[in-house]
């Protein structure tokens, strides 16, 4: 089975990178076909799914955020993390990583979700 577990700063100042890490346990991150996504849920609003990396480090973002967000791996650790610069509050949120077992990266087809971590964009 595998299990997801975010780890980052729970607090970012705005115009900061936010920075967080999904910790990967009960399979590998190069397993085939599976994809490794970061979604976030804003107080009061609905889940957006940020950006996925791929099995074979390949890399795609939502076009809202792409100019923002970067998505890495260390497979050395087995764990993939989020960057996301130049924060404000409207970046306030729960994060979660999630995987997929058949290469889809759409929110209803996640297999495997991480508890979710709060992040929150303040002064």
């Known amino acids: 089975q595998v299990q997801l577990q975010e780890s980052g700063p729970g607090l970012v100042k705005p115009s900061q990178t936010l920075s967080l890490t999904c910790t990967v346990s009960?399979?590998?991150?190069?397993?085939?076909?599976?994809?490794w996504s970061w979604i976030r849920q804003p107080p009061g609003k609905g889940l957006e799914w940020m950006g996925v990396?791929?099995?074979?480090?390949?890399?795609y973002y939502s076009p809202s955020l792409k100019s923002r967000t970067s998505i890495s791996r260390d497979t050395s650790k087995n764990q993939f993390s989020l960057q996301l610069t130049s924060v404000t509050p409207e970046d306030t949120a729960i994060y979660y990583c999630?995987?997929?077992?058949?290469?889809?990266?759409?929110?209803?087809?996640?297999?495997?979700w991480g508890q979710g971590t709060q992040v929150t964009v303040s002064s």
């Open positions: 999630a995987a997929n077992k058949g290469s889809s990266y759409r929110l209803e087809h996640m297999d495997y």
């Open positions: 009960g399979g590998s991150i190069t397993t085939s076909y599976y994809t």
């Open positions: 990396i791929a099995y074979d480090d390949n890399t």
